[in-house]
C-alpha cells in the first residue's frame, strides 16, 4: 500500500441532499449477502459479480495513532480512491450499495478516545459523513467533499478490550460507542431526509463488553441506531489457542475448543436483545493452519484437537510475515489459507478431494471440514460449501437478516458466494446431510485419502403416543428439521432439534443438534 495518506478534512458545510433515485433492485432484499471488498486483493472491481451481493462494504478508512488527529480517518487518496469511485458507480449500475467500512484489526486504534469526548465525536462525524455526502468539487480535487456512498461500516475491534496491541480501550467504551451512534444516525438522517443511509457494524461473537470487562446482558438500546450488525463468527481458534480447532465452527466442539461458535454467538447476540431482522452472520473464506506436534491423521480416536507449535506456519501463497504499517505485531505469518489457495494446491480434484499426501476429515460436532498432511504434521481448518450450507440454513431457519464474508477476493469461481446466495431461497431449498463417518482408503503408492460416507439410518418404529411424546412423530432420517424446537421421538424418548438438521441422530452427547427431553 502507498503510505501517501490523505486525512479527510473537518468542514462545517453541510452538503445538501440532492440524491438520485433511491436503490430498490437488490437494498430491499431483506436477506442480505454482505461482501467485504479490499484493494489489496487481487480482484478488480470490473470483474466483480455484482449479481451475488446485496451491500458492499470497503475495507478500510482507519484510525491510527500516528494520524494528525485522534478523528482522523485515515486512507490513500489514489491508491483507495480510484478503486472507491468504480465501486460506487458498479453499485449504482446494480443497485448494490456501497458502505465504507472504517476501523478493522489495525485500524481501530482511537475509537475510545473519539467516542469519549463530545467535540472529537462531532469532528469525527463531520470527517465520517464525507463517505456518503455528494461530491461537489471537480473529479480529482485534492480533497474531495464527498465520496457518494450508501452508508458507513463501523469495524470497531472492540470497544472495551485491546483487540491489537496498538488500540485505547476503556471500561466505558460500549456507554460511549451508544451516543456515537446516536449522534451519527442524526447527522445521517439530518443531512439525508430523504434517502436513507445504511449504519451498520462488525461486531465479535459476544455483544460489546459492559464497564465490568463482561459481555452486556442488553444491548436493545443499539439496535435503533443499526440497520444490521455484522456478527464476524470466524477466528475462533488458531495459533492464540492451546490446540489446534476450528476456524469457524457452527457449533461449539468438545473440551479442549474454545467455547465461541456460529450458533454460540447468535444465540448470545439474539438473547442480549438484538432482534433477529438486524442480525448478519459472517462467514470465513480462508482457513487457518497450524503445525502439530503429533500426526493428527493417526490419532485414535481421531479429532481435530491437538498440541501445536509456538510458529505460524506460511499459510497459503499469498501469506506473508511483513510488517503491518500500521500497528507492528511482529514479523509473524498468519497461517491464512484463501480458499482460492486452498482449491489451486490442496483441494485439487474439488472441494471435498484433496491431492496426495492430505487427508479430509469431517467433524461433525462443529460440523466443519479440516485438512492435514502428516509429512510435516500440516493441519488446517476451514468452510466449504457443504459447511456453509448448514450455516446458510440456519440462518434462513431464525429468519435472520442474513450472511456476510470476509473477502470477497479469496473465493474460487464463485463456489462459495454461490452457496452463500441459497439465503435467498424459498423452494427447493438445497439440504445438506451431516457425514456421519469418516473412511480412509490407502493403496502402496498413494497416501490415505479421506472420503465421506454417511451411515445407513433406519427409521424406528413410531413411539405408543402416550405422555409427552403423544402426537409427536418419530425422527426420520430423510426428513429435515429447519425449525429450532421442533420435537420428535426416538428410542422411547422425546427429542428436541437446537437448529436446522437433517440426519443427525438423536443422542445424549451435549453438544450434538438434539436434546433429551426425557423418557416418553
Not at 149 to 177: F, K, L, Q, V
Not at 186 to 206: G, S
Not at 301 to 325: E, I, R, S
Not at 464 to 489: E, I, L
Amino acid at each position: 500500500m502507498k503510505l501517501t495518506f490523505f486525512s479527510l478534512a473537518a468542514t462545517a458545510l453541510v452538503v445538501a441532499s440532492i440524491q438520485a433515485a433511491p436503490l430498490e433492485k437488490r437494498a430491499t432484499d431483506n436477506n442480505n449477502v454482505v461482501g467485504y471488498w479490499v484493494p489489496w486483493g487481487d480482484v478488480p472491481v470490473a470483474n466483480l459479480d455484482m449479481t451475488k451481493y446485496t451491500h458492499i462494504n470497503y475495507g478500510f478508512a482507519v484510525l491510527y495513532k500516528g494520524a494528525a488527529a485522534p478523528t482522523t480517518i485515515t486512507f490513500d487518496r489514489y491508491y483507495d480512491g480510484t478503486p472507491m469511485r468504480a465501486l460506487v458507480q458498479r453499485g449504482n449500475q446494480a443497485g448494490v450499495p456501497i458502505l465504507m467500512s472504517i476501523g478493522g484489526w489495525t485500524g481501530s486504534q482511537t475509537f475510545s478516545t473519539v467516542a469519549a469526548d463530545p467535540s472529537l465525536r462531532k469532528t469525527f462525524i463531520n470527517n465520517a459523513m464525507v463517505f456518503v455526502r455528494n461530491n461537489t468539487l471537480p473529479l480529482y480535487a485534492d480533497t474531495p467533499d464527498g465520496w457518494n456512498m450508501d452508508g458507513i461500516d463501523i469495524d470497531w475491534e472492540y470497544p472495551g478490550r485491546a483487540g491489537a496491541i496498538c488500540n485505547t480501550y476503556a471500561p466505558s467504551d460500549a456507554a460511549n460507542y451508544l451516543q456515537l451512534l446516536k449522534e451519527l444516525r442524526a447527522q445521517m438522517d439530518l443531512e439525508f431526509p430523504n434517502t436513507h443511509k445504511y449504519l451498520t457494524a462488525a461486531v465479535r461473537v459476544k455483544p460489546f463488553d459492559d464497564a465490568t470487562g463482561n459481555p452486556m446482558s442488553d444491548v436493545s438500546a443499539f439496535a435503533p441506531y443499526f440497520d444490521w450488525v455484522s456478527i464476524m463468527a470466524y477466528d475462533i481458534m488458531g495459533s492464540w489457542s492451546n490446540t489446534t480447532g476450528g476456524n469457524a465452527p457452527f457449533q461449539v466442539g468438545p473440551a479442549p475448543a474454545d467455547p465461541f461458535s456460529f450458533v454460540q454467538a447468535i444465540t448470545d447476540w439474539r438473547a442480549a436483545g438484538m432482534p433477529a431482522s438486524k442480525l448478519v452472520v459472517g462467514t470465513a473464506f480462508y482457513g487457518r493452519s497450524l503445525t502439530s506436534t503429533v500426526d493428527m491423521n493417526a490419532q485414535n480416536p481421531l479429532t481435530m484437537y491437538a498440541p501445536h507449535t509456538a510458529t505460524t506456519p506460511k499459510g497459503g501463497p499469498a501469506d506473508t510475515n511483513g510488517v503491518n504499517f500500521y500497528c507492528n505485531e511482529g514479523a509473524v505469518y498468519s497461517g491464512l489459507w484463501k480458499w482460492k489457495e486452498l482449491r489451486g494446491s490442496v483441494l485439487t480434484g474439488g472441494p471435498t478431494s484433496p491431492a496426495s499426501g492430505w487427508v479430509r476429515h469431517w467433524d461433525d460436532a462443529t460440523q466443519t471440514p479440516w485438512l492435514f498432511r502428516s509429512s510435516d504434521k500440516t493441519f488446517i481448518s476451514y468452510d466449504d460449501p457443504q459447511s456453509l450450507q448448514i450455516k446458510v440454513n440456519y440462518v434462513k431457519s431464525l429468519g435472520l437478516r442474513g450472511v456476510m464474508l470476509w473477502d470477497m477476493s479469496y473465493d474460487y469461481n464463485g463456489e462459495l458466494v454461490t452457496v452463500l446466495n441459497t439465503v435467498h431461497c424459498t423452494s427447493n431449498c438445497p439440504v445438506v446431510t451431516t457425514t456421519a463417518a469418516v473412511s480412509h482408503t490407502a493403496t502402496a503408492t498413494t497416501t490415505a485419502v479421506a472420503t465421506k460416507t454417511t451411515t445407513a439410518v433406519t427409521t424406528p418404529s413410531p413411539t405408543n403416543g402416550s405422555g409427552q411424546c403423544a402426537g409427536v412423530a418419530a425422527w426420520n432420517s430423510a426428513t429435515v428439521y429447519a425449525a429450532p424446537g421442533s420435537k420428535v421421538t426416538y428410542n422411547g424418548h422425546l427429542w428436541t432439534n437446537q437448529w436446522w438438521t437433517q440426519g443427525d441422530i438423536p443422542s445424549g452427547v451435549a453438544w450434538t443438534v438434539w436434546t433429551d427431553g426425557g423418557a416418553c
